[in-house]
């Protein structure tokens, strides 16, 4: 059975206390996000790394920010924030960003870790290569995880969903922004299945 994972957005400024759109108690899964990471490499699973990369005129970015449709400046491009933390920071990946024009299919099925740039919450509209790129991979089975869970964790759980793909969630290496609700049910009833991290490794 071919398995992808899935990691999303596990960046400095949403990981870390310092970082310009802290996710909470982000610290608290980074365990488990460094044990899934390094259980893809031992497995040779392949590996989707999903980053905001912003200019400063991104769309999403605003000086009185709903942290619904909009937020305060995060992940510009080349800054420290926007890079990976050491948890799940990919080996030696190919990169396609939303800017790019095309990108090199024999990289993308050769590379086990792809970094896809993108410059809207959601992958899919965020970097119009996404489809094509699971088009090639086409896997059955993809765990998804990172944050933030109730933003583009969610667009990136519901949009595979709607896909047809066979979505696994670790709720344990997921992690919501402060005052918000966990899009959990939303993905049970469209077809996710919850799971945990141990129960990953037992059964991929």
């Known amino acids: 059975m071919k398995n992808l994972f899935w990691n999303v957005d596990t960046q400095y400024d949403f990981m870390r206390s ?6 909470g108690g982000a610290e608290e899964i980074e365990r488990n996000l460094r044990d899934l990471t390094s259980f893809a490499e ?15 005129d991104s769309l999403e970015f605003s000086l009185n ?20 933390i050491p948890a799940t920071k ?16 024999n990289e993308v099925l050769e590379r086990r870790n792809l970094v896809l740039y993108k410059d809207k919450f959601n992958i899919f509209s965020g970097n119009f290569h996404a489809n094509k790129i699971l088009g090639l991979l086409n896997p059955q089975r993809i765990v998804v995880y990172g944050v933030a869970a109730n933003v583009c964790v969610n667009f990136a759980v519901n949009g595979l969903l709607e896909r047809n793909f066979e979505v696994y969630i670790p709720i344990d290496a997921i992690k919501e922004l402060p005052g918000s609700i966990l899009p959990s049910k939303e993905w049970e009833k469209n077809g996710g299945i919850l799971t945990t991290t141990r129960k990953i490794f037992r059964t991929f």
Not at 18 to 23: D, E, K, M, P
Not at 68 to 83: A, V
Not at 92 to 103: A, C, L, Q, T, V
């Open 18 to 23: 310092g970082g310009r759109l802290y996710v």
């Open 42 to 56: 031992k497995r040779g699973i392949k590996v989707i790394n999903t980053a905001d990369w912003h200019n400063e």
């Open 65 to 84: 920010p709903d942290f619904k449709n909009t937020f305060p400046k995060h992940c510009m491009k080349k800054d420290l924030g926007s890079e990976y």
């Open 90 to 105: 990919p080996k030696n990946p190919y990169i396609i960003s939303w800017e790019d024009k095309n990108f090199d299919v």
